[in-house]
């Protein structure tokens, strides 16, 4: 592409960009589209010449954009929170420019100082000791599968060498996490070997966190059968409720029987940049390992996740292997990223976040996320002012649980009734929610975390489930 044409398209684009940035409330947040409808409106054949890029162009608004959920929309309160903005955007673009490899300190300085530039701020925001190393990741999935990784190094058993197959002193292997715990713990148990039978779900309490006296009894039971508890994962922020296990009990037991102690954080990590939320950390110095996720609260987009760890030798232990072409990159006292992980190629993620969290500052972060709490606070006081719905956990950090509720019918109706509830509001395209288990029961929930979000949207979306509500209970 000539420089002249280069430049006109990404003009085109910037303004396309921002175009949909600003006018996105506009749009229906869901997709318009039937599965295959995408695929239908694309050729199936690779294309033989080149096509004009004013006809790429064109087909993005046509072809693309149909099939798109809107996760920007200031009424998408689904899943987690998460948020492009200007600074971000300018970051991503600047990264695909640049299009390096964060592979080695030689492959690109830049891209591995600042990954451990930002690295180092996150870490002061949200007050971990300096005993704690970070990588970054693409999501949490991947961290915890890392760290789950060194903890089996830690064991002594050489499995990096020797593997788990074919040997006799290899002994079961135990995993321990709440009920509430994210699957990615099953996903990592399969990759490495456990087995997701040898992932132990604890029964969680009245407000959804682990219950110590469970996970201790669990942990005694499977030490008298002769199996191996190696690890805990206590999560801060849980998927449903963003409830906060007890960390600082779950590491005394931990701490007992010599098991390592990883911290999902990914959703409720942040929270403790704020002065009122770092009881979400209460106990972490004594983990060995924790995940966040900047792209769910921190305003970095889509992916960026953070692992920080206490003795990065073991990831080393585990993935360092640099073959002969890499040697002379690898050279010298830099660090290497890619020793601390099973990915070679790595995209300079750090970019992004670091013009993110410089154009917004600290105390903009603070702001943005203390405005999220306040938001979620007050439309789980809407629930409340109804006597037709409940909430169904404590309202946590930016997410609200509850369900509409009904003596007069059973248990099976009044589910179909929530679970209704949500597929008409989304069905609208000005709101979207997603709906959970919570104690064998269904319920709503909506994650505040986008920074277009205001008060006005929540007070819309609950005038739908009240509408939505009143005409399922009569029908």
Known sequence: MPPASLREHLHRVADWAADYRENIEQRSISPSVEPGEVTSLTSSAVPEKAEPMNRILADLEA??????LHWGHPGFVAYFGTTSNGPALIGEI????LNVSAMTWRTSPAATELETVVLSWIRQMVGLPDSFTGVVYDTASTGVLHALAAAREARGLDIRRRGMTGRTDVPRYRLYSSDQAHSSLEKAAIVLGFGEENVVRIRSDRDFRM???QLRAAVDADVRKGFLPFAVVATVGTTSTASVDPVRAISDVCRGHDMWLHIDAAYGGPMAILPEGRYVLDGAENADSIVMNPHKWLFVPLDFSTLYIRRPELLREVFSLTREY??????GGAINYMDYSYQLGRRFRALKAWMTFRAFGRSGLESRIRENCRLAAHFANLVRSRSSFELAAPQSMGIVAFRFVSEGLDAETVDRINEGIVETVNHTGRAYMTH?????RVAMRIGVGNLLTEERHLDDLWAQITRAAEIASHT
């Open 94 to 97: 600047a990264a695909a420019a």
């Open 436 to 440: 959970t288990n919570l104690d064998g």
């Open 211 to 213: 219950d110590v006296e």
């Open 63 to 68: 072809v693309v954009l149909p099939g798109v």
């Open 326 to 331: 890499l040697k002379l990159d690898a050279s």
